[in-house]
Structures are given as C-alpha cells and as structure tokens.
C-alpha cells in the first residue's frame, strides 16, 4: 500500500517531533542538585515509553484530519489542528499516568507544560512554515508526482488549471485519457488514449499516479478504474457522482476545494496483518471474559421467553466468498428467516439501487420477540459474533456479512468489498443511520475501508460504534 510522499513525511516528523521535545523537556526539568549526570539516564526508559505512545498520538493526528491535503493547504484550520493535536496528546498522557501508576510516567506537570508548549511550537513551525518552504522549491523541481487524469470534463479543466496555479499541490498532470478516439487538448495538456491502454503508457510518459474527474461512470466501470490503477500505482484518488457519499463524509478530502477520496490497494504487508489479527483476537477475548456475565443473562433470558435455541446461526459470506457459521443471540421467533414476503423484499431493495432508495433494515417486526426487541435495541444479540473474531472468520471492523442468498443477488462490484474478512462493525454501520443512504453507498464505505484501514480508522469506528450503542441506534 503505497502512501504519498507528504504523508510518510509528515508522519515520521511529527513522531520524531512528539518524543524530541519529551526529551528536551525531561532534560531541562529541576534536578536535584545532588544527583549526578549519569542519575539523569533514567530518562531513556521513559522515552521508550512515549515512543510507543507516539503510535497513538500519530493516529489522533490523522483522526484530527492533519494529513490531509485540505487541512495541510489551509493555514487557520491547520494551526487549529495543530493547537487540537497537543492539548489531546498532553491530556492522553496525563490520563494514561492516572489510571497506570507506573513509574515510566513523568510525575512532574512542569515537564508536561514544557512538552505541551515545545510540541505546539515546534509542530506549528514546521508544519506552517518549513514544509511550505520545502513544498515551494520542490515545486520548481521534477520532484512532484506526475500524474494522469481520467475524464474529459469540465471538472478536469478545474483540476488541471489550478494545479499550475499552485504548483506546490505536488502533482504535475501529464496528460488526459477518456473513453474516446481523441479529445481536445486542456490547458496544453496532451491526451494520451484510452483508459485501457494505461498499462502501455506508464513507462513512455514516465506516470506515478492517476486521478479519476468523471462524475458520470456506472458504479462498476468506475471499480474497475480503480483496480487497474492501484494495481498500477498503489492509490488513485476519485471525484465521482458514484463516490459522493464518501466525499461528503469526514474521509474525504480535496484539491483545490474539489471533494476527492482516495483509495490504496488493500494492505498485504506481514506487520499490518499480524497487529489487526492479535488485536481483534486479544480485543474479543478481553470482551467475552468480561461480558460474560451479560452473555449468561442473555442466554437464559432468550431460553425463558421463547421456545427454541438460544442462539441463530446461519451461513454467511465471509473472505473471498467463502461461507461460514455466523452466531447470534435469536432475536426472533424459530423460522423468520423463511418468511418469503421479507426475502422478496430484499431482492427488490438490492436489485433496484438505480431509483436510490434510501437504505434501511428489512425486518418483519412481527417475529420479533420482547426480549429480542431489547437485545436489538443495544446490540446485545450481536455479542456471539466475538466468537467468530476468535475464529478468525471476521474481524471487529470490517464489510457487512450477508446471506449467500443475498450475495447471489448482489452486482460484480459489490463483491470487491470481500477481498477482507467481514466486521462485527464497520463505516457502514456509522453511516447507515443517516438519512439518504443507500445500499450501494454502504457498499462503497465498505471498499472504501478494505482500502485505507489502518490502527487509528479501526479505533474510530469502535469508539463511533460504542456510541452507536449508547445513544440505543443500534438496530437501526
């Protein structure tokens, strides 16, 4: 998964920056004047630690929208996020050290404000003025990404003019490609084919990227650009009609004022997989140990109310459409999932996307009983599914699992969001609640996931969850 150059950038300086101006703090803290230099020392363990808390300072920073390009162009909201960034590090510390009494935790609060007060100044210098220093003279290098446009619109014009307005946007466009024999050149920009013969132009031109300015492709021509172009550069950004749910959610981000998402290849690399597989496993384990006692209380409650068992399990599609035994609390009488009224309208809700009903749950509330009502309600008939993390069938954040019978009636593209293993929760459980969101919009937050997950969206989508569940939203 290939990220910009500004992001690996900005990311390893702002970690060099967190503990840098810890260590400068911890040096220049009051010392006892009895003890020696070398006493000074122990500071190093203390580093390491913050070190590793740095991991999750960096993902508020990017929660904080601070690596992205619209925050990064825009000086008050970036010196705000930057203001945002240090007070929520400084406080994280400060509640870290309360709840573990460890002695690695500075005691000191001048050593906190020396630290809190460094870090603002020194992320506030770099990021406002040395990186726009940097960014102004590699502008007038071959340092910027050069790139393709895909599209002949007048959103493309947009795009290609304001690029040579401000040069320091780090993208250079080499040429136009569109579905046509041949359009008319933009801005002395030359076009270079069509978006088949991509693969045979990347060398002749020298191309590094590609970005997707046509708001009218079908769901599925749009997909398939955007597997042949990360397949081909590992990131592709889009400004589609078809991606606007996306654009107009907090993920998105822009060029120029122009709403863009981008997506990456989904992650392959040992270390991802080994950290989301050992949190998810240590994460449902801590949860079934300490959910236990509202497991029982479930179990037994569902077992006295209605006659049948106590759990639903049912086959659903997991990772590259394979089948698995998906657990339940039942939540409903035994054969709801035979009423044939409901499954008629399933099929209709799935294969009538075009007219862009809104997306809600198909239950025939009928067959639900009392207890399932309230299980619904907060989520607890969903807790069994942490035995399927245990398994390694799901994940804790991931795409929707769904029925093989709605899996046969779903479109080609669709399908693209299984290349990962299904979710107890995901984006599309934040967004489903919100009105005028369709089945192919949670669809697309599902793709859209598989693509950029990472440490700091897994954890935004829990907490959100979390909150989810508290507000009583859950079964909505």
Known sequence: MRRSRTFVYLMATDWMILVGTFAVALYFRP?????????????????????????????????????????????????????????????????????????????????????????????????????????????????????????????????????????????????????????????????????????????????????????????????????????????????????????????ADAYFDIPFIRMYGIPNNMLFKSWKRGFDFCASLLGVLVLSPIFIGTALAVKLTSPGPVFYTKERVGRNGKTFPFYKFRSMAVGADQDETRNDQIKDFIQNQQEGETLSKVVNTAYVTPVGKFIRKWAIDELPQLFNVLKGDMALVGPRPVPPSEYELEDEWHRLRFHINPGCTGLWKLYAAKTGVTFNDTVLYDIYYSRNMNPAMDLMVLFGTVWIILKGKADG
Request: charged share 20%; aromatic share 8%; with cysteine.
């Open 31 to 251: 010392y006892d004047s009895s003890l020696d230099m070398i006493s000074r020392y122990h500071i190093i363990p203390e580093l390491v630690l913050l070190f590793v808390l740095a991991a999750i300072f960096i993902g508020i920073f990017s929660t904080l929208g601070l690596y992205k390009r619209k925050i990064q162009l825009a000086p008050l909201p970036h010196f705000i996020a930057i203001v945002k960034a240090s007070l929520i590090a400084v406080a994280i510390y400060v509640l870290a050290k309360g709840f573990s009494k460890s002695d690695l935790f500075i005691p000191s609060r001048w050593v906190l404000v020396y630290w809190g007060v460094l870090l603002l100044i020194t992320l506030s210098i770099h990021r406002l003025v040395i990186v726009r220093i940097l960014a102004s003279l590699l502008s007038k290098t071959d340092m910027r990404r050069r790139v393709v446009v895909i599209g002949d619109t007048e959103l493309t014009n947009q795009f290609i003019a304001e690029c040579r307005k401000q040069p320091d946007c780090g993208m250079s466009v080499v040429g136009i490609m569109e579905d046509a024999d041949q359009v008319a050149t933009v801005n002395s920009v030359p076009f270079l084919g069509m978006p088949s013969t991509l693969p045979d132009v990347i060398d002749l031109y020298n191309l590094e990227g590609a970005v997707i300015c046509n708001p009218e492709l079908s769901h599925q021509k749009l997909m398939d650009l955007i597997e042949s172009c990360v397949r081909l550069f590992g990131w592709v950004d889009i400004h589609s009609n078809k991606s606007l749910a996306l654009q107009r959610s907090d993920s």
